[in-house]
């Protein structure tokens, strides 16, 4: 992405490192880096150009001294699966990939490549690796905390919608780290006095008909990670606007499709420290010995558009506190 930019600026000085010259000699090609996007390239657009970006900076450029093969789950389960198949067929030096079923598609896919997650939700519980410190296998990458910052959301939304009693839980149940997170919220709205419905967002069909039984039923919605949601931003935000429905998320990419509000970890961030392991990888480290990192940067991101569009008002001090406000 944006190669002739990153050639420009580079002038072609980076040399191949040794180690992964060597291995690009014995193979007759150059190191391969297989991209596996647990949604869809639009979505996670700017994710993609932080990683691509960080390594240029380290000396690795695409079509230069490595490849970069891209692939697109769009939020499907059986997709990631089968480009992670794919990856092992064609031999690729390392895997990068987000989210926790991708993650677990990559690794049932192979156990001698290595896996780098640019963003997954407690891989320990998950079982994606044996520790933070110590991964061990072939996989290590970067938490999203997700969980762990499933109240401060809700308290986010209790304070941008002070008369929400009753909030609508969205959250795909077949991802364990989506459930944990639905579990932090409805533990936090007790608290708050708040009632909590849940809904089942498994797949794409599952959107319209959650939509048509939460009408009339909540003040506000709140929902869990999971790829599906980035994938179908646009629909969501829609729905959600006329339905006249305040919503929050954990990432940016909801709230500039027309989502209220979101709070979470810096995904391009997360996937520019990703780039790093993937040096590390490709210079010889083993995956398993190199430690999951944690998010050090969290973005409040509020739509005001949308906050006028559905009659809410942002009380002043939480503009003040935004890290965004798109208009």
């Not at 290595?114 to 963003?119: D, K, L, N, W, Y």
Request: proline share 4%.
């Amino acid at each position: 992405m944006r190669r002739r930019a990153f050639l420009a600026a580079l002038g072609g000085a980076a040399a191949l490192p040794l180690a992964a010259r060597a291995q690009a000699q014995r193979a007759g090609k150059l190191p391969t880096i297989g991209f596996l996007g647990a949604s869809t390239r639009t979505a996670i657009n700017l994710w993609t150009e932080a990683f691509v970006r960080r390594l240029s900076e380290l000396g690795w450029i695409d079509g230069r001294n490595v490849t970069i093969q891209y692939r697109w789950a769009e939020g499907r389960p059986d997709r990631a699966a089968e480009f992670a198949s794919e990856f092992v067929r064609l031999g690729v030096n390392v895997i990068v990939t987000h989210s926790n079923g991708a993650v677990i598609a990559a690794k049932q896919a192979t156990s001698t490549i290595p896996i780098v997650f640019g963003a997954a939700g407690d891989p320990v519980d998950a079982g994606l690796v044996a520790s933070l410190v110590r991964p061990g296998g072939n996989v290590t990458g970067l938490s999203l905390q997700q969980t762990d910052t499933g109240a401060k959301r809700l308290q986010f939304l209790h304070e941008m919608v002070p008369h929400l009693r009753r909030l609508a839980v969205l959250s795909n149940t077949d991802n364990r780290s989506a459930m944990l997170e639905m579990n932090e919220v409805q533990a936090a709205a007790g608290a708050l006095a708040v009632e909590v419905a849940t809904f089942k967002l498994r797949r794409a069909d599952d959107i319209v008909p959650a939509f048509e039984v939460l009408k009339g039923h909540a003040d506000a919605l709140y929902f869990c990670n999971d790829p599906l949601l980035t994938s179908y931003r646009i629909r969501l935000a829609t729905l959600s606007a006329a339905a006249h429905l305040p919503t929050i998320f954990n990432f940016r990419e909801n709230v500039e499709a027309g989502g209220l509000m979101s709070y979470g970890a810096n995904l391009p961030e997360l996937f520019r420290r990703a780039a790093d392991l993937v040096d590390k990888i490709l210079r010889g480290a083993k995956a398993g010995d190199l430690p999951v990192e944690q998010p050090t940067k969290f973005d409040l991101v509020i739509n005001a558009t949308t906050a006028k569009a559905i009659g809410l008002t942002i009380p002043e001090s939480f503009l003040q506190r935004a890290d965004e406000v798109i208009e």
